[in-house]
């Protein structure tokens, strides 16, 4: 049996409706690219840049639910039993991510300036990092990153839907042995895609923390994504006889843990680059501290950090679905708000300028990753069968 009857319609409108909306918001982008190419005003250089930003949004769900996964199965414990479909299902949209990808494979000599010739020979430094920063390079690694993730997420799924039909005990110990290599290659891959894809719009600016941030945000933004889906789904079977209070306070006090996580990495990054006082990486922070960039640093500070890590340190909060399902959504909504403070200053450095592109590429993007999801949730039951983890754990719990 898959997903519950009551649960199917809701994700069968929210697919069908996300995926109209996403193809029509993506057509949207590109008419406006093609025009705005013909008319100098809004053309494909902003198109890329805008979908970059977009596809730098969305692929943190995907990524940060593999590592949550293979977390969950080097940890064991109750607070994974209802997101682990959540999860999986938001894994198995990395081949979507993968194909999304190939406009930016397009659009990198208008995104990336090691990308183009002429701006290679005349800047010394770009010479310098031509061994890794170069168009070759870049196709190679891209391949690399997606042949493994895709190679992790078909092992990870294909493991969990065997173990649902057949009750082997020994799948769950193959996927704990998977999940303790794999989150270190895991974690390795996302530190070099957040260079190749993020980093290397400014090419001049390096920081060796950059890529545990990226760990950090893709984890946030999974959990919070689950957690929120969770709410949704909550009020049907099987979730809703199986799921207790305690539970949702150790999904709140993850939470708590990646906000506390995020907030050290981001000012540890800020304080070495600020006391180092070097030219090449404090033209990075004054670019989005100072100017018409610090408004967006304010919101961030308050309201990605402070107001998510007081609200997560109450217990009322922590074991309450509603309340934790609304601190989960103001996360997503602030992640989004992170990688635009990221990325777009990149570009736009006097101050945030929303183009139309960036708002069609996000519901573009978005909407099809978001049909997608709904489709991977209904191919499995709502909660795993015969995981003995679960299992032991549940006659622990009722004193078996």
């Known amino acids: 049996m898959n997903s519950s009857d009551s649960v199917r319609p809701q994700l069968d409108r929210l697919q069908k409706q996300a995926l109209l909306g996403g193809l029509a918001c993506l057509v949207v982008s590109l008419s406006l690219g093609v025009i705005g190419g013909r008319s100098g005003v ?19 769900i995907p990524l940060g639910s593999i590592a949550i996964l293979m977390l969950h199965n080097l940890t064991g414990g109750w607070w994974g039993l209802p997101i682990r479909r ?56 891209v391949i690399v990153y997606f042949a493994i993730w895709l190679a992790i997420v078909y092992l990870l799924n294909k493991w969990s839907r065997e173990q649902d039909r057949t009750a082997d005990p020994s799948l769950a110990d193959r996927m704990v042995a998977l999940s303790g290599p794999g989150l270190i290659l895991w974690g390795l891959l996302v530190t070099a895609a957040a260079v190749d894809w993020v980093m290397s719009l ?7 923390i950059y890529g545990m941030i990226f760990i950090v945000i893709e984890c946030l933004a999974a959990l919070s994504f689950a957690v929120f889906v969770l709410r949704m789904i909550s009020n049907h079977e099987p979730i809703k006889d199986s799921v207790e209070p305690k539970q949702f306070h150790d999904l709140g006090n993850l939470m708590l843990a990646f906000v506390l996580l995020w907030a050290y990495l981001s000012f540890d990054q800020l304080l070495i680059m600020w006391s180092g006082n070097l030219k090449d990486e404090i033209p990075w922070y004054m670019q989005r501290a100072f100017g018409g960039w610090a408004p967006v640093g304010v919101v961030l500070i308050v309201l990605h950090f402070f107001i998510p890590f007081f609200l997560l340190l109450q217990r009322g909060v922590k074991r309450r679905l509603r309340r934790l399902s609304v601190v989960a959504g103001l996360l997503i909504v602030l992640t989004l708000v992170d990688i635009y403070w990221i990325v777009v200053p990149s570009y736009e450095t006097l101050a945030p ?11 573009g993007i978005g909407g099809l990753w978001l049909s997608t999801f709904a489709w991977q949730l209904k191919q499995m039951p709502l909660l795993p069968l015969h995981d003995p983890r679960f299992e032991a754990l549940l006659e622990h719990e009722h004193g078996d």
């Open 202 to 208: 400014e090419p001049h600016w390096f920081s060796t």
């Open 42 to 60: 809004m053309g494909w250089q902003q198109f890329f840049r805008s979908y970059l930003f977009a596809y730098v949004y969305w692929i943190l």
């Open 353 to 363: 300028r929303v183009h139309l592109l960036d708002i069609f590429a996000v519901l």
């Open 86 to 141: 959540i999860l999986e299902a938001c894994s198995r949209t990395v081949p979507l991510m993968a194909a999304l990808f190939i406009p930016i494979w397009i659009g990198r000599s208008q995104l990336y300036s090691w990308a183009r010739p002429a701006d290679v020979e005349s800047d010394p430094i770009l010479q310098q990092k031509r061994w890794f920063l170069n168009p070759t390079g870049f196709t190679v690694r």
